[in-house]
């Protein structure tokens, strides 16, 4: 599937690495300096990956050298192992202090409890400055995608001249629920931009003339609609 969303499944094993860093982050309402993460590359309590996956579609060949096909592809995977980032935990904590999530669902408690700060919160609302942020592999409770793809392609030969090849791809993401930890509600990441500011939808077309040892090749390609900033720190409301 030709779209960033379904990077995930080439990345569910990363290498074990342990690192610290000094990190410089500075968010709309959050400011935190000379921030320590510490990274631990291995966690003993890993569980195994679990997924299910099929697909289902048609072709249609009318005329030699011309095909369509339509393609809908689904994976429903339990316990993909997957590294924190630095800035997911920073933006659900900053979520979850507003009142954007509820700060009792199991991914809200990790947030905050992976996040050390100087001070708690005082009597005017503020907190204290970020002193170090905890970060490990994690399984990931479960991931649902469904998507379409819709491709066709057509060649033919123009004699003397060569020969013509066209194809244009379209790729829709119908669906990717998204369930950080046991006990969190199922997220709905293709409608919450404060989870997901992926492209929902993909085009790419190319013409290809070639002759002898010559070829040239013109590609095109086209992203749906993404949130903007504001939405993805706000979201829609």
Not at 46 to 56: C, D, G, M, R
Not at 202 to 221: D, E, F, I, Q, V
Request: proline share 3%; glycine share 8%.
């Amino acid at each position: 599937v030709s779209n960033s969303e379904t990077g995930w499944l080439r990345e569910l094993a990363a290498a074990r690495a342990e690192a610290t860093f000094v990190a410089h982050v500075k968010r709309t309402t959050v400011h935190a300096f000379n921030v320590t993460a510490k990274i631990a590359g291995s966690n003993p309590a890993l569980k195994p990956i679990e997924a299910n996956a099929w697909s289902y579609g048609v072709v249609w060949s009318p005329l030699a050298r011309m095909a369509v096909s339509v393609d809908y592809l689904h994976w429903n995977v339990q316990g993909e192992v997957q590294n924190q980032s630095v800035d997911s935990l920073l933006n659900d904590e900053m979520l979850c202090r507003l009142g954007e999530r509820d700060i009792n669902t199991p991914s809200c408690r990790t947030a905050l409890a992976q996040i050390t700060r100087s001070t708690g919160v005082a009597n005017d609302g503020t907190i204290g400055d970020i002193t170090s942020i905890y970060r490990t592999k994690v399984n990931v409770s479960r991931r649902v995608i469904g998507a379409l793809v819709a491709d066709f392609r057509y060649g033919f030969g123009i004699g003397r001249y060569g020969d013509l090849n066209f194809t244009a791809t379209y790729t829709d993401m119908l669906k990717h629920d998204y369930q950080p930890y046991a006990g969190d509600p199922m997220v709905d990441r293709l409608r919450d931009p404060t989870w997901s500011t992926d492209f929902k939808t993909r085009a790419n077309a190319s013409a290809n003339w070639h002759r002898g040892n010559w070829s040239a090749t013109l590609y095109a390609n086209r992203y749906g609609k993404t949130p903007n900033y504001l939405a993805a720190n706000n979201g829609y409301d």
